[in-house]
């Protein structure tokens, strides 16, 4: 009876405390909806607490949405909190396309009602207008892309934004381009150039934003040159997708390279950095790769390579080497075992080095009618293994440590007496991926140290 005629005041007269004031979400697309945050409410009394409405203060019309105990509403009334228990608050949103180029922060606030005192915390997300590119393969819908990209506003891809056969597309310095998952840049025998410039490069990343998918690989799945028309990258940044660049035979008709890449920076992808397949042809100056997956370089079925200045590193928590090269590709689908050629194969002032024994692996097969040409030289090469075959130059440094600031967080200056002082040869790449003069004679890889 005691329990019965008394129980109102066995309900404690305190308040909630919160694991956060204000809940903020990193930068979002308008009408891309964000990641799920959530924080805590907290009732630290010995008694039970009453938490008679928690309010979602903009109510319907707010680009917010929470959750409170599984259930989602704009207000949520009577809840008993048990003693020193907690609760989970779960926000989402959804923003508005503002038409602006900036982005704007849009607020509101979640109102908690115990003992008739108004608590609040508030909610903070910064909107960002983008141009938005769609296809859906399935629905024959395709986003198709020429001309000139504007880089006032971020590009988002959803499926594919492709560029066409014959056609050419043109992306700016300081354009960014966010992919959603599985999304592509899709050039089919059409051309791509993409012109960077020094601290103004293009960049192209995951669509979501927030902290905690900074360095997430995976999140896209990257550029795909489909027997592509000659096509250009200066200054670009890709990172954490699955195939930074994925290049699939080119043109027939195209005599130069499928891809001219320069002063270009690839990281964190969750597969391959550059992957060169059946034919394509690649020429890569002042490009920094690592922290692949699976390998920063990867050619199956031959094709063509010339790098000169870069690194290809591993570094990250791949088993396999920082470097594959083969010249055919079993197809269990035909159950047939296709060959080509490597008419060139060049590694001058390269660094292939990281975590493994061996960072550069070669499996080819010799036959008639193939070709095999290599010349790798002026470079340091991992392998436990060292080779003296006659494409390895005279001036190849085997298993000789770069001395790397800090492969950890990608900080791929040298100390002065790292084995890529002053060691390379000089060639028409007379600056570095930063801008700076080289030295005569040049240091090794993509950087040229003080």
Not at 83 to 100: A, C, G
Not at 343 to 372: H, P, R, S
Not at 442 to 447: E, F, K, L, N, S
Request: glycine share 8%.
């Amino acid at each position: 009876m005691l329990s019965s005629c008394n129980k109102q005041i066995l309900l404690s007269k305190a308040n909630l405390t919160f694991s956060t004031d204000t809940l903020v979400f990193d930068t979002v697309f308008t009408t891309v909806g964000s990641v799920t945050k959530s924080f805590k409410i907290y009732n630290e009394d010995l008694r039970s607490l009453k938490i008679d409405e928690i309010e979602l203060m903009g109510g319907s019309s707010s680009v917010y949405r929470i959750n409170v105990d599984g259930k989602s509403g704009t207000s949520h009334k009577d809840l008993i909190l048990e003693s020193k228990d907690s609760l989970f608050i779960f926000v989402e949103v959804t923003l508005q396309v503002n038409n602006t180029t900036n982005p704007l922060i849009i607020e509101d606030s979640i109102r908690f009602r115990t003992n008739e005192k108004d608590q609040f915390v508030k909610l903070a997300a910064w909107g960002q207008d983008a141009y938005f590119h769609y296809s859906n393969f399935q629905l024959d819908s395709l986003d198709l892309n020429e001309g000139i990209w504007p880089n006032d506003k971020p590009h988002v891809i959803y499926g594919a934004a492709i560029v066409d056969s014959a056609k050419s597309l043109t992306i700016q310095a300081g354009t960014k381009v966010h992919l959603h998952k599985n999304a592509l840049l899709y050039v089919y025998k059409g051309s791509l150039q993409i012109e960077g410039q020094a601290g103004n490069e293009v960049l192209f990343l995951g669509d979501r934003l927030e902290q905690e998918y900074q360095d997430v690989a995976g999140q896209y799945y990257g550029i795909y040159l489909h027997q592509a028309l000659p096509c250009s990258i200066n200054y670009a940044i890709l990172k954490n997708g699955t195939s930074g660049i994925h290049l699939y035979s080119e043109d027939p008709n195209n005599i130069s390279y499928t891809l001219d890449i320069k002063n270009t920076q690839i990281y964190n992808e969750a597969r391959y950095g550059i992957f060169i397949y059946a034919g394509a042809k690649v020429k890569a100056e002042n490009c920094l790769i690592s922290q692949c997956a699976t390998h920063a370089l990867l050619m199956l079925q031959g094709g063509d390579f010339n790098f000169n200045h870069c690194d290809l590193l591993g570094y990250g928590a791949s088993t396999n080497p920082a470097v594959g090269i083969s010249n055919y590709y079993n197809d269990y689908n035909i159950n047939q075992t296709l060959v080509s050629s490597i008419n060139e194969g060049v590694f001058k002032n390269c660094v292939i080095y990281g975590n493994l024994n061996t960072e550069i692996a070669m499996d080819t097969i010799q036959m008639a009618g193939v070709q095999l040409n290599f010349d790798f030289d002026y470079s340091v090469l991992k392998s436990e293994t060292t080779y003296n075959d006659s494409f390895y130059g005279a001036h190849i440094l085997w298993n000789s440590p770069p001395l790397f600031t800090d492969p950890i967080i990608r900080d791929f200056t040298f100390a002065n007496n790292s084995s890529l002082s002053n060691n390379g040869i000089s060639t028409a790449v007379i600056t570095d991926i930063f801008g700076q003069g080289r030295n005569n004679p040049p240091d090794i890889g993509a950087i040229e140290g003080q």
